[in-house]
């Protein structure tokens, strides 16, 4: 019997640049390299809507084959996903792992009870923050255990941003309204205000949702002075793509927003990271160690930030150091070897 069964979307290309398939994608990869790539049986959901019936015969042949499983799910998998499987292990009886993408769950199960019941028969259920953890375990779900984002360690490289003007600076997420790109825009405006020329320009990396393709567009034409579009990057490309880049801006309020891999490709390039106060950045973002907090879309506080790091390299040298600090604290090795454990 193999050793794994994993669930999620599990591919290449710019489909697979969200935060779901990223982990998915990074998850399995580590299990091959922990087991063996033979142990471990991929079942891809992406599109899975149209291909209903592949998909089931999929997962149902994976746990019949497999010994644990684990499953990925977003806002709309949720819905199917846990009950499947939790319907398929009355018969097969396998270890099943659910591991939570974003931040939005306990409030989920709160209100759709027939998904509750599903996940609290899960063996263990992942959860990306200690804050999202105790949710979980007030709305009943006993064996939720904290699961964090993480990375392959490598230690930060020396950056190479040059001294030139303008520095560039990036987002790097979805590009969506409430990934806060118009606020990013804001922010460079007006650190380049409080420095009085044009010292910092922003590339805005990801993929675009085709529901904020227009304002996008418009935003991209009115503010060229001081932003661009700079298209996605595969995720193989993602740490030397942020080396070249002075800061990353994450001014996200969106809504499911949890532990970012945003923050630990940050730590991991090392470039400060100025983010919104939102959901649970504080949990992983160390304010003035590894990079800064900002008050709820306070575009302003953030420019002080990024104009600081400009005018005081001691500043900028200390943050790079912290971001070194919590890339090894979330390195895979540290944070998967106690789940792979109790797969063996």
Known sequence: MKKLAVIGQYGEGPAYLTGQAVKTVFTANWMMGRFGADQVEIVNTYGWKKHSLRLLTGVVGAMSRCANVMIFPAQHGVKVFPRLVAALNKLFRRRTFFVVIGGWLADYLQDNPAVARAVKTFDGVLAETET???????????????LPNCRDYVPPAPKTVGATLPRHVCTYS???????????????????????ENVFFLDVFGVVDPAYKDEFAALCEREKAVMAYAGTRKASETLATLQGQFALLFPTYYEGECFAGTALDAFLSATPLIANDWKYNAEVIRHGVDGFLYPYRD??????????????????????????ESAHTYSSDVVLSGLSAQMA
């Open 174 to 196: 979805r590009v969506t309204e409430t990934k806060g790109i118009a606020d990013a825009v804001d922010i460079v405006k007006k650190a380049n205000a409080l420095l009085g």
């Open 132 to 146: 999202l953890t105790a949710a979980l375990r007030s709305v009943g779900v006993e064996k939720a255990t904290w």
């Open 299 to 324: 575009t302003a506080a953030a420019a002080e930030y990024l104009a600081a790091l400009y005018r005081d390299p001691t500043l900028y040298a200390a943050i790079q150091k912290g971001c070194g």
